[in-house]
């Protein structure tokens, strides 16, 4: 069974730096196909970033690609999501999941989800 935790929520001005961490166990494979989706009060859920290691395919939502960075650890079995520029709009939980299939302009979540993580963008 594959359980995801995320770590690294809070709350921080707008203009600061948060560094949010996914430590996945239970997958059957190596590779690393995990993304980071989030979901603000009274939005739909969106996909932020995704990687898949063994592909080296990596998606960003347009509106943090210039501003996020995600990366993994695959000895660790751990993917970072490196966010800066804060805005308010990035408020939301933010949550870790195993991905179906990802591209350059899209990034399909499978099944298996973390519990999520707070951030708080507000000055």
């Known amino acids: 069974q594959v359980q995801l935790v995320e770590s690294g929520g809070d709350l921080v001005q707008p203009g600061g730096s948060l560094k949010l961490a996914c430590t996945v166990s239970g997958l059957t494979s190596d590779h690393l196909r995990i993304g980071w989706f989030r979901q603000a009060p009274g939005k739909e859920r969106e996909g932020v970033a995704c990687?898949?290691?063994?592909?080296?395919?990596?998606y960003y939502l347009d509106s943090v690609r210039d501003r996020f960075a995600i990366s993994s650890d695959n000895d660790k079995k751990v993917v970072y999501l490196q966010m800066n520029s804060l805005k308010p709009e990035d408020t939301g939980v933010y949550y870790c999941?195993?991905?179906?299939?990802?591209?350059?302009?899209?990034?399909?979540?499978?099944?298996?989800w973390g519990q999520g993580t707070q951030v708080t963008v507000s000055s």
């Open positions: 990687l898949a290691t063994r592909l080296g395919s990596i």
């Open positions: 999941a195993t991905v179906a299939s990802l591209g350059g302009y899209w990034c399909d979540p499978n099944d298996d």
